[in-house]
Nanobody, 116 residues
């Protein structure tokens, strides 16, 4: 089984920054992609960013490209998301995911609130 725990959410003013972190635990595994989705109030969950096992490939939603940066540490089994130049529309619960052999595992989420 795989467990994911996110941290780092909070309240920040528009233009500010946050760093989200997600730690994976459980069974031993390799070669998995990780990333982040988010869900704003009253909206569907949407893709934010993903990173390959090697870290050599990163992907971003157009809405966050140039403002968010994803990274990972395989030794620690963590994935981080740096959020810069935050906007009120970035307010959402951010969920970490891990894709292992075609199955997505999810964390419980961390709330990011951006005030105007």
């Amino acid at each position: 089984q795989v467990q994911l725990v996110e941290s780092g959410g909070g309240l920040v003013q528009a233009g500010g920054s946050l760093r989200l972190s997600c730690a994976a635990s459980g069974r031993s595994f390799r070669s998995y992609a990780m990333g982040w989705f988010r869900q704003a109030p009253g909206k569907e969950r949407e893709f934010v960013s993903a990173i390959s096992w090697s870290g050599g490939n990163t992907y971003y939603a157009d809405s966050v490209k140039g403002r968010f940066t994803i990274s990972r540490d395989n030794a620690k089994r963590t994935v981080d998301l740096r959020l810069d130049s935050l906007k009120p529309e970035d307010t959402a619960v951010y969920y970490c995911y891990l894709n292992l052999y075609g199955t997505n595992y999810w964390g419980k989420g961390t709330l990011v609130t951006v005030s105007s």
